[in-house]
T-cell receptor, first 111, second 114 residues
């Protein structure tokens, strides 16, 4: 069965420091991969997605993610975070018209 | 282009009552999915509708039901509410069944059962 694992439930990082949020998926076949962000009291917003092609995907708000097929990972990165990046981030995988979400990672930006 | 609209934003109900939540997808989107989000369980899939037909259903009791209208608007209903039904209910729309489109989510309906 397909699953998505976000290895960290919370990640604290200082403002202007780089951050990486980790995501691993389990699937023996090709999947589409997504990262979503949820700000407090809001729904989820699509940050970026990987369908095929270049393994480095750029998204909104300066985020990017790299698809690594051999490690079945799709980690999200940002070179310099801002206080406004405080949110919960969800990794998701889609196959056969079904989408599975990870449990989420809370990003805490420290002043 | 209007986003996904969920109404109401907040709701307080008593145990045993029933509730109906509404979702209007982005114009032209024909697929609507519903999720329940709680701190303990995270995002849990309820059901997905496409062209008025339920395509997928999650592992929720029969008290949870939904439907989709010809204009793609969707409603979900929860009967005989329990305290554990307190959650943020999120609606997501996409042009068609998920195949790489990605979802556009509404802001959710916060349901509190007392």
């Amino acid at each position: 069965a397909q699953s998505v694992t976000q290895l960290d439930s919370q990640v604290p990082v200082f403002e202007e420091a780089p951050v990486e949020l980790r995501c691993n998926y389990s699937s023996s076949v090709s999947v589409y991969l997504f990262w979503y962000v949820q700000y407090p009291n809001q729904g989820l917003q699509l940050l970026l997605k990987y369908l095929s092609g270049s393994t480095l995907v750029k998204g909104i708000n300066g985020f990017e993610a790299e698809f690594n097929k051999s490690q079945t990972s799709f980690h999200l990165r940002k070179p310099s975070v801002h206080i406004s990046d405080t949110a919960e981030y969800f990794c998701a995988a889609s196959r056969d018209d079904k989408i599975i979400f990870g449990k989420g990672t809370r990003l805490h930006i420290l002043p | 282009k209007a986003g996904v609209t969920q109404t109401p934003r907040y709701l307080i109900k008593t145990r045993g009552q029933q509730v109906t939540l509404s979702c209007s997808p982005i114009s032209g989107h024909r697929s609507v999915s519903w999720y329940q989000q709680t701190p303990g369980q995270g995002l849990q899939f309820l059901f997905e509708y496409f062209s008025e037909t339920q395509r997928n259903k999650g592992n929720f009791p029969g008290r949870f039901s939904g439907r989709q209208f010809s204009n793609s608007r969707s409603e979900m209903n929860v009967s005989t509410l329990e305290l554990g039904d307190s959650a943020l209910y999120l609606c997501a729309s996409s042009p068609g069944p998920e195949g790489g489109y990605g979802y556009t989510f509404g802001s959710g309906t916060r349901l509190t059962v007392v």
